[in-house]
């Protein structure tokens, strides 16, 4: 089994590609107004937000459980509408040696396509893919969704 792995989805929104890239890298403290369900909250330990090298704190609840996760923004492209973030600390790094994800929004029709990626490397065999994770996002991203086209 491999210990390195990259899983990929789209989300398929309303919302305009630039708004849900803004909520992301602007306005993720914002996220847990409106995915309330799933992000209990989202504080900014270093930097500033929408800067990459800052450092943001989640509180989320997933599979069952609260947990938390810090991330240091490594790339941000406002043309692309995408953002990676690093995990460096937190639940998932019981898990993983590392933990990257990135979210790209790319206009489609009315709305836009939320494609997330997450690269990952485990600390052994026996750790499952984060396929619960990647459906996590899909759930945020469509909350998001919801709130964004809400205020249109």
Same mark, same amino acid.
């Given at each position: 089994?491999?210990?390195?792995?990259?899983?990929?989805?789209?989300?398929? !929104?309303?919302?305009?590609?630039?708004?849900?890239?803004?909520?992301?890298?602007?306005?993720?403290?914002?996220?847990?107004?409106?995915?309330?369900?799933?992000?209990?909250?989202?504080?900014?330990?270093?930097?500033?937000?929408?800067?990459?090298?800052?450092?943001?704190?989640?509180?989320?609840?997933?599979?069952?459980?609260?947990?938390?996760?810090?991330?240091?923004?490594?790339? !941000?492209?406002?043309?692309?509408?995408?953002?990676?973030?690093?995990? !460096?600390?937190?639940?998932?790094?019981?898990?993983?040696?590392?933990?990257?994800?990135?979210?790209?929004?790319?206009?489609?029709?009315?709305?836009?396509?939320?494609?997330?990626?997450?690269?990952?490397?485990?600390?052994?065999?026996?750790?499952?893919?984060?396929?619960?994770?990647?459906?996590?996002?899909?759930?945020?991203?469509?909350?998001?969704?919801?709130?964004?086209?809400?205020?249109?």
């Amino acid at each position: 089994m491999a210990l390195t792995g990259k899983i990929e989805t789209d989300v398929e !929104i309303k919302a305009s590609a630039a708004k849900f890239h803004e909520m992301f890298t602007h306005k993720p403290h914002h996220i847990s107004n409106v995915s309330s369900n799933n992000i209990q909250g989202c504080d900014l330990h270093e930097g500033d937000w929408g800067t990459v090298g800052s450092i943001i704190y989640w509180n989320y609840f997933h599979d069952g459980k609260a947990r938390v996760a810090k991330e240091r923004i490594e790339a !941000i492209d406002a043309e692309k509408n995408l953002v990676t973030l690093r995990v !460096i600390e937190g639940d998932l790094m019981e898990h993983y040696k590392s933990f990257l994800a990135t979210i790209q929004a790319t206009p489609k029709g009315e709305g836009c396509s939320v494609h997330w990626t997450m690269e990952y490397e485990k600390h052994h065999g026996d750790i499952a893919d984060p396929h619960t994770l990647l459906q996590f996002a899909v759930e945020v991203s469509k909350d998001i969704d919801v709130h964004l086209t809400a205020q249109a």
